[in-house]
């Protein structure tokens, strides 16, 4: 049977949770229905959880970081458990296939792939057991002998959003249980699927009791996540507003947190840049989810001279993007996560009409799609860096062209904005490349295209967040810093003494 014809749900328990290693009874009856993008229908009904259900999850959790096994595990056995995660996920990779488009409109082809990334992901941090330095040996100012040891900072409480959860949950997931914490995994009510599915393969590989506990909430009872004592530390991805209010949480109890949060991130076209190759380069990246990603490059900045050229060469390729089902195999494109996120994307649109952007194309619902949480390919040109259009996040396929006196005023353009999380240089010049990359205040460059690579850390500077997912940085935040200082060394560092 085909993916598209086949509506089965792929999960076991979706009326329970996954909680100190068993699936348990809800404290409530309340449930939350998971709409299918493209139909419009329930696609799948899970429960909802309470505060009973948090504080459950939390006392799992923390009985299993201060009496379990799994913190007193040598990083080589946990990487052990990482690797099978990995195993099973590649194994369940059909099912979040079907899941993940429904839930948020990712289009089957890009979904397909979803298992062996997050695959990708438990077996780089699985690496680490060997290669990272857990602990060195340190020559104390007053004599004698020294140890600086990382340990995992605890409880972990790891809120995921609904645009690309597989790959969240691995991003999260993976550098803390190398570390030892241990995990209670908050999934998002639109696309809670991938949540019960890392559940069933830490069931399958025998991960032990508490270690990972997963529950559906929505942001009321999240919050108690947040607030919790009892949670050592918070990792969240989401939006700047929700990233505010967490940070602020976790500031009056001083827990720690990284936030991965939103973007306005700037494309910067040099003026040797072929406009035609850099709009097909731009309208597909921003085909990825819909346009529904933090890091898209949805600003694009050109000299005055070209503003026209590259509207006209922008809606000339946006325009010929084939929106639809994402299980037709024709479909480049597929529908919004939610009709709130329609809605909250033809808001802005009319906006930039307001405003008095240009619209080049687009604007509106494919005509030839009645249903579903469609909304055309646009392109707005003249558009005002002081916009709204051009300031606020829209996480939709909606890009906004923006004119500058010359190369240093794109630049100053660029960095005109309260985020600061990916961007891009388009040119034939690397070396001129280099040197506007490090002129623009954000987390990550690609030159010539929409580009990133999670193994060398993804996160922003300002307002796009705190700390980095992913890499060796990805996993310093799961960890503290201890201090030891010893009267002389012991057995294990007597042949080490030559500091």
């Known amino acids: 049977m085909s993916l598209a014809n086949d509506i089965s749900v792929p999960i076991r328990h979706p009326d329970r949770f996954f909680i100190g290693g068993q699936w348990v009874t809800p404290s409530s009856g309340a449930t939350i229905n998971v709409i299918d993008s493209h139909s419009e229908d329930v696609y799948l009904t899970v429960a909802e959880a309470q505060a009973a259900d948090i504080d459950r999850a939390v006392s799992a959790a923390r009985e299993a970081f201060d009496n379990g096994p799994w913190p007193r595990l040598t990083h080589a056995e946990r990487a052990g458990y990482l690797r099978a995660l990995g195993e099973q996920v590649v194994k369940r990779s059909a099912d979040i296939a079907q899941m993940w488009p429904r839930e948020s409109g990712v289009i089957a082809a890009v979904a397909n792939g979803a298992a062996f990334g997050a695959k990708h992901t438990f077996d780089y941090y699985a690496g680490l057991a060997d290669t990272f330095q857990w602990e060195r040996p340190a020559r104390p100012a007053r004599g004698g002998f020294g140890l600086i040891i990382k340990e995992p900072v605890g409880v972990v409480g790891a809120i995921i959003p609904w645009n690309a959860p597989m790959g969240l949950i691995s991003m999260k997931l993976a550098p803390a249980l190398i570390a030892g914490c241990t995990v209670i995994l908050k999934s998002s009510p639109e696309a809670p699927g991938e949540g019960y599915l890392i559940a069933e393969a830490a069931e399958a590989v025998g991960l032990p009791p508490g270690v990972l506990n997963v529950v559906t909430a929505d942001r009321?009872?999240?919050?108690?996540?947040?607030?919790?004592?009892?949670?050592?530390?918070?990792?969240?991805?989401?939006?700047?507003?929700a990233g505010r209010k967490i940070a602020s949480i976790c500031g009056e109890r001083i827990a720690r947190c990284t936030?991965?949060?939103?973007?306005?991130?700037?494309?910067?076209?040099?003026?040797?840049?072929?406009?035609?190759?850099?709009?097909?380069?731009?309208?597909?990246?921003?085909?990825?989810?819909?346009?529904?990603?933090?890091?898209?490059?949805?600003?694009?900045?050109?000299?005055?001279?070209?503003?026209?050229?590259?509207?006209?060469?922008?809606?000339?390729?946006?325009?010929?993007?084939?929106?639809?089902d994402p299980f037709d195999p024709s479909s480049q494109m597929g529908p919004l996560a939610a009709e709130r996120q329609r809605t909250r994307v033809e808001g802005y649109i009319a906006k930039g009409l307001e405003t008095g952007a240009t619209l080049a194309t687009g604007g509106?619902?494919?005509?030839?799609?009645?249903?579903?949480?469609?909304?055309?390919?646009?392109?707005?040109?003249?558009v005002d860096n002081k916009s709204v259009i051009a300031q606020e996040e829209i996480f939709g396929p909606v890009l906004s062209v923006i004119a500058a006196d010359d190369e240093d005023d794109a630049v100053r353009i660029a960095n005109d904005t309260i985020y600061g999380l990916h961007g891009a240089v388009f040119t034939n010049d690397v070396a001129r490349a280099r040197e506007v990359a490090g002129q623009m205040r954000t987390g990550a460059i690609g030159h010539n295209g929409f580009k990133s690579d999670f193994d060398m850390g993804h996160g922003g500077f300002k307002q796009s967040g705190i700390g980095r997912e992913g890499g060796v940085d990805g996993l310093l935040p799961f960890l503290e810093s201890k201090a030891v200082l010893l009267d002389g060394p012991t057995a294990r560092y007597h042949q080490h003494t030559e500091l």
């Open 364 to 382: 509106g619902r494919p005509k030839d799609l009645d249903r579903g949480w469609y909304v055309e390919p646009t392109v707005f040109g003249n």
């Open 259 to 324: 936030l991965e949060l939103g973007g306005k991130s700037a494309a910067v076209i040099l003026d040797d840049a072929d406009l035609e190759t850099t709009a097909q380069s731009l309208a597909m990246a921003e085909c990825l989810l819909s346009g529904q990603v933090c890091a898209s490059l949805t600003r694009i900045v050109v000299t005055r001279s070209r503003h026209d050229d590259m509207v006209e060469a922008l809606a000339a390729a946006f325009s010929k993007v084939k929106v639809g």
């Open 220 to 241: 009321e009872v999240s919050e108690l996540l947040v607030r919790d004592p009892r949670v050592d530390k918070i990792t969240f991805t989401g939006s700047t507003a």
